[in-house]
Nanobody, 126 residues
Framework: QVQLVESGGGLVQAGGSLRLSCAAS????????LAWFRQAPGKERQIVAA????????YYEDSAKGRFTISRDDATKMGYLQMTNLKLEDTAIYYC???????????????????WGQGTQVTVSS
């Protein structure tokens, strides 16, 4: 079992920045792809960014490119999502997730991830 706990969400004005954190505990190895998803009201959960264990390859959803940066610190089992130039449409609950089955791949599909955090709310105001 793996427990994921997100933190760092909050209310921010458009153009501002937030740094989300994801703390992993439980299972001892770090052979997983780490991803951040978000879900806005009335919408499906969608991937924002992912980073693989093998090669630290990153993937960003188009709207996140150039504004968000995903990173991981395997020594401390932490994952991060640095978000800058936030827009109103970034408002959502943000979830971190891990995929142990394909640590070399940045899977975009929700169902392929093994463990999820409880989410942290990000609200961007005008």
């Amino acid at each position: 079992q793996v427990q994921l706990v997100e933190s760092g969400g909050g209310l921010v004005q458009a153009g501002g920045s937030l740094r989300l954190s994801c703390a992993a505990s439980g299972r001892t190895n770090d052979d997983y792809t780490l991803a951040w998803f978000r879900q806005a009201p009335g919408k499906e959960r969608q991937i924002v960014a992912a980073i693989t264990k093998v090669g630290s390859v990153t993937y960003y959803e188009d709207s996140a490119k150039g504004r968000f940066t995903i990173s991981r610190d395997d020594a401390t089992k932490m994952g991060y999502l640095q978000m800058t130039n936030l827009k109103l449409e970034d408002t959502a609950i943000y979830y971190c997730a891990v995929d142990f089955k394909r640590p070399w791949a940045a899977s975009l599909v929700v169902e392929l991830y093994d463990y999820w955090g409880q989410g942290t709310q990000v609200t961007v105001s005008s």
